[in-house]
C-alpha cells in the first residue's frame, strides 16, 4: 500500500510540476512577445516620424521648385510683351493696384456716407445692402492678398522646414 501511494504520489507531483512549468514558459512567452511587440510599435512609430520629416522636405522643395518655374515663366511673360506699345504696358501693370484703389477708395466712400448720412443706409433697397458689402468684402480680400499671402507663405514655409529640420533666412 505504501509503494501504491509512493506512486500516485510520484505521478500526481511530476503532473503538477509538469503544469506549472508550462503555465511558467507561457507566462514568460507572454512577456517575450509583449516586449517584442513594444519594440516593433516603437519601430513603427519612429518610421512614420522620419516619413513626415521626408514628406515636409520634399514639399519645401517642391515649393521652391515650383516658385523658380513661375518666376521664370513670369519673366518670359514680360520679355514676350516688350514689343508692346507703352500705354499697353502701363494699362496692363497699373491693372491690380488701380483696382485696389478704387475699391479702398469706395470703402472709404461708403463708411463716410454711413458716418455723416445714416438715413441713406437705413433706408437703402436690399441690392444696394447687397453690392455694399461686396465692395467691402472684395477690398478686404484685396488688402489681404496684397498684404497677407506673401506672410502667410513664409510662415507655411518656416513650419515646413521647421518639421524637416531645414532653415530659411
Not at 504520489?9 to 503532473?15: D, E, L, M, R
Request: aromatic letters at 8%.
Amino acid at each position: 500500500m505504501d509503494s501504491l501511494a509512493n506512486l500516485i504520489g510520484n505521478i500526481s507531483t511530476g503532473g503538477i510540476l509538469g503544469l506549472v512549468g508550462s503555465i511558467g514558459s507561457g507566462v514568460l512567452n507572454y512577456f517575450q512577445t509583449k516586449q517584442a511587440h513594444g519594440f516593433k510599435i516603437e519601430e513603427m512609430k519612429l518610421g512614420a516620424s522620419l516619413e513626415q520629416v521626408k514628406t515636409a522636405g520634399q514639399l519645401a522643395v517642391a515649393r521652391e521648385d515650383n516658385a523658380g518655374k513661375a518666376f521664370t515663366a513670369s519673366q518670359q511673360a514680360d520679355a514676350a510683351i516688350k514689343g508692346a506699345s507703352g500705354w499697353v504696358a502701363n494699362l496692363r501693370g497699373s491693372t491690380r493696384p488701380l483696382l485696389t484703389w478704387t475699391f479702398c477708395m469706395g470703402t472709404f466712400i461708403i463708411i463716410a456716407m454711413s458716418a455723416f448720412l445714416p438715413q441713406w443706409l437705413v433706408n437703402a433697397p436690399p441690392l444696394v445692402e447687397l453690392g455694399i458689402s461686396m465692395v467691402v468684402d472684395m477690398t478686404g480680400m484685396m488688402i489681404a492678398w496684397w498684404f497677407g499671402s506673401r506672410q502667410l507663405e513664409k510662415c507655411q514655409t518656416r513650419w515646413g522646414n521647421k518639421d524637416a529640420s531645414a532653415s530659411v533666412n
